[in-house]
C-alpha cells in the first residue's frame, strides 16, 4: 500500500523518495516498551514486548475471559488530522492469539483520543478509521465514523496465530480506502471521514470464553504536509 510513496516497510528495495519536509511520519516497530503509548485497562488487562518475537512485537493481554474486558493502547503524542488536499496512510502488522471461540473484541486504526474506544461491546468512539470486530465472530469489518455519522463495509475473517497487515489510505476528505494484506477490500465516502486529530490505536477485550491476546508487529501511519 505504501509503494507509490516508496515508502520502505515490508516492500523489499524501495528507497523513500519523501522526506520529513513533504511528510509527517509516525513509525512504531516495538523494539522498546512503547512509553508514547497510553494503556487503559477496562478492569483487566496486560502490555509488555514478546521476548520470543522477532524483530520486535508488543503483545497486548485483556487477561480475562470476561466479555468487555480488556486492554487498549493509543498513542497520543501521534496525531493525523484528515485534510482536503492531504493524504494519510496507515498499515499496522498484527495476529491475535487465544481466540478458539472467535470471542474477541477489536480495534485496530486510528481513533480520536479516548480510552473507551470500545465500550459496552460498541466501538464507541464518535471519531474513527480502521478495522473492528465486537461481534464476537473475529470478523474484522472496515469502518469510518465523523462525529457520530458511521458506516462499516466488507473486512475480513480472521485466523488465530496469523499475521495480517491492516491498512488503509484517507484520501483528503474524499474517501478512505481499505486494505488487508496489500489487497483492496472496500472504500467508505467523505461523510464519515472524521475532521478531529487521531491517534494509532488498537484494543484488545474478550467477548467471553476466549482470553484473546493482539500482537503488533508494527505501526507506520503517514501524512502529506
Known sequence: MF??????GHLSGKVNAKIPADMYIDVDDMNSQPISYTMTQATTGTWELDADAENGVLSLDCNSTT???????????ASFLPKAGRNIWFEARVKVTGIANLNAELFIGLAEIDTTVIAASA????????????????????????????????????KADTWYRFGFKVSGLTSVSFYVNDAYVSALPTANIPIVVLAPTFVCQSGGTDQPVLHVDYVICQQTR
Open 67 to 77: 466479555e468487555t474486558q480488556g486492554i487498549q493502547a493509543q498513542k497520543t503524542l
Open 3 to 8: 509503494e507509490q510513496i516508496g515508502f520502505v
Open 123 to 158: 466501538v464507541s468512539t464518535a471519531n474513527h478509521l480502521g478495522f473492528s470486530s465486537v461481534t464476537d465472530d473475529c470478523i474484522l469489518l472496515a469502518n469510518a465514523e465523523k462525529a457520530g455519522t458511521g458506516a462499516t463495509t466488507t473486512g475480513v475473517t480472521i
